[in-house]
C-alpha cells in the first residue's frame, strides 16, 4: 500500500477506519459540510491562480466559480452536524473566506506560482521501502529563492505555532519538493487559516526531516503490523461515515432508523435497559449493605457480642488483620520490593503481575524466543466486561 499524510492520521485518529477506508475499501458516501467546504474552496484557489498566467480573475468571477462548482458537486449525504445550521451558512462562509482571501493577496504577484495541486512522492526505508503520496495545494518561489508550500484551511480553529512547527504535512511535502527540484535549498511551510485571514508559517531543519523520517517509519511499521485495527471512539466519530460498520457505532445507526414505537422493543434495547435496572438496584443493594454493615459493627461492638441473631439467620462477626501493599507508583513501593528482595525472598514472596506480563506479550517487544516460550506456557482466555455509559442526547 501507498501511504499518504491523510491516511496515517486517518490511521492514528482510529485504527478501524483505516482498515474500512483503506484496506477494505469502503467508499463513504457521506461527506461532513466542513470537508464539502474545504474542497470547494481549494477549487476556487486552484482557478484564480491556475488562470493567472493568463488574467487576473475579478472576485466576483472567482466567486461565481465556487458557487458554480458549489451546486455542481452539492450531494443529499452531504452532512450538517452543528445543530441549526444550514448548507447556504456554509456556502456564505465560503464566500466569505473567498473575499478576504482574495481582498488580502490581490494582484496575487507576491510570488512566482511553480506549482497548483502539484503531486510528489518520496521514499523511505524501514524494514522494507514506503511510499508517501500526496498533492500540495501551491508552491511559490518567492523574490528572495525560497521555496514556499502553501495549504489552505478552512477549519474554524487557529492552532499554536507550537502545533505548526510540529505539522507532519507540510514537512513531508517539503520532502517531497526536494526530490521534484534537488536544486531547491531554502523552504518555508505557510499555511492559510482563511477563517481567520492569516497566515502561519513554519520552516524545518534537516535534523527535522531526519526525525520526521523516523517517526514516520516506525508509524508505518505499526500500521503493517497491526492485525486487529480496534476502533478508537473520540469526538470525531461525530464525522466518521463508517458508522454502519464500526461495532462501536452500528447498533447507534440502526436504532436511528427506527420508528419510536419500535425502538423500544428492539431486542438489545431491551436487554441493555434491563440490564441497568438490576445494576442500579445491586448499587443501591450495596450501598444499604455498606450502612447495615456498619449499623451491625456499632451494634455487636457496642454489646460486645460477636454473632448477631436474626429471625432466620444470623450474622457471626470474624476479626482479621490484613496488610495492605503500597500501590504501584508509591515510594514504599519501591522501598517495599528492594527490602524483599535485599532479605532474598523475592522468589517466595513475590507474583506475576498478570496485566504487565499480558501487556509486553502484547507490545511484541520482548525476545521472540522467549515470547514464543512464554505464549506456549499462558492460556489464553476471552473476557467479556460491561461498561454502562450515558447515551448522548442529540444535540451532543
Ligand atoms: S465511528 Fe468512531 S470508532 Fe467507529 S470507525 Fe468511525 S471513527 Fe472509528
Redesign the pocket.
Known sequence: MNYSNSKLSTYE??P??FK?AYIDGIRAEEEGIEAFLGSRFHEAMEKLYGELKFKTMTLDEVKAYYEEQWKKNFHEKVVIMAEGRTADDYFRLGLKFIEDYYRHYYPFNQNRLLGLEQFIEIELEGKRRYIIQGYVDRIDLTPDGVIEIHDYKTGGSLPEQAQADADRQLALYQLGVKKKWPWAEKFRLVWHYVAFDLEISSTRTPENLEELKRQVVELIEKIEEDREFA????T??NW?A??N??P??KHEAKLEELPANEYLNEEGVVLVNKYIEYLNQKKEAEAELEKLKEAIIVYAEKNNLSRVMGSEFHLTLSKQERIKIPNAGDEKRVLLENLIRQAGLWERLSSLDRFALEKAIKSRQLDPGLLEKLKELVTREIQISLFPGQNKGPSD
Open positions: 485518529t482510529c478501524l477506519k474500512l476502533p478508537r471512539e473520540s470525531l466519530c466518521c463508517f458508522w460498520y464500526c462501536l457505532k
